[in-house]
């Protein structure tokens, strides 16, 4: 087992031989089905950590959760980094979505090995366990998709789901004084929505959208 698995370990590290080998030699069911699931670059990771910790043996577990502890403290810092310093009301409800979903995710890192330590010895903990690895896995899936937005927003100015919407802005001057008013309508509705939903980044576009429409016909009446 361990010659396999160190010659693994010094690969290129093939992610399905990787899954064999863990199925053949790892005791974590909850893993294995987790492995199979699919691939991931957090799959990958745990991956690499499982068959680390085989390799290793029990004995140096200590040494992994203060390893995993550090490493979580960089992420932390590396992820928060990646978004803008300066942020409009889109991307700041983005942020605010993601915060508290990305603080779970690392908060469950740095204890999960410890967990899975205890469940050596109590069933109970071993189930608690691979509970953890399943929210883990789907935190990591909620943090990808606001990557997703943030970085497309970032692009283009706008959400993935804004794109396919009609452009609805008037050109008619006769037109423009009543879109004027239905605009300014439409920012004082979607201010009072996103104060009281600021993780709602839906909202925080579309009140963007109605001031950038505001401005507009501002500028064609010309109107300070």
Known sequence: MIGEIQQWLNSNKNYSEGVRLYQ??????ALHKVFAEGCSD?????????????YRGDK????????????VLDR????????????????????????PSFAEMMHLCTIIYD???????????KKEAGKMV????????????????RDHYVKHGQLPADQQLVDDLVMDPKKIPLALQNAQRYVREYKIRVKNNLTNEK??????????????YKNDLNIE
């Not at 957090?42 to 690499?48: D, E, G, I, S």
């Open 24 to 29: 053949t030699h790892g005791k974590d069911k």
């Open 115 to 125: 967990v899975a330590k205890a469940g050596q010895k109590d069933k109970g903990m």
């Open 76 to 99: 932390t810092i590396k992820a928060d980094k990646r978004w803008p310093d300066e942020r409009d009301g889109v991307l700041s409800a983005l942020h605010a979505k993601w915060k």
């Open 203 to 216: 909202f925080a576009a579309k009140l963007k959208k109605w001031e950038d429409r505001v401005e507009s």
């Open 60 to 71: 140096k577990i200590e040494i992994e959760i203060k390893d995993t502890k550090e490493q």
């Open 134 to 149: 399943h929210r883990i896995l789907d935190l990591d899936d909620m943090c990808d998709c606001i990557y997703e937005e």
């Open 42 to 54: 957090f799959k990958k990771k745990r991956l690499n950590e499982a068959l680390l910790n085989l």
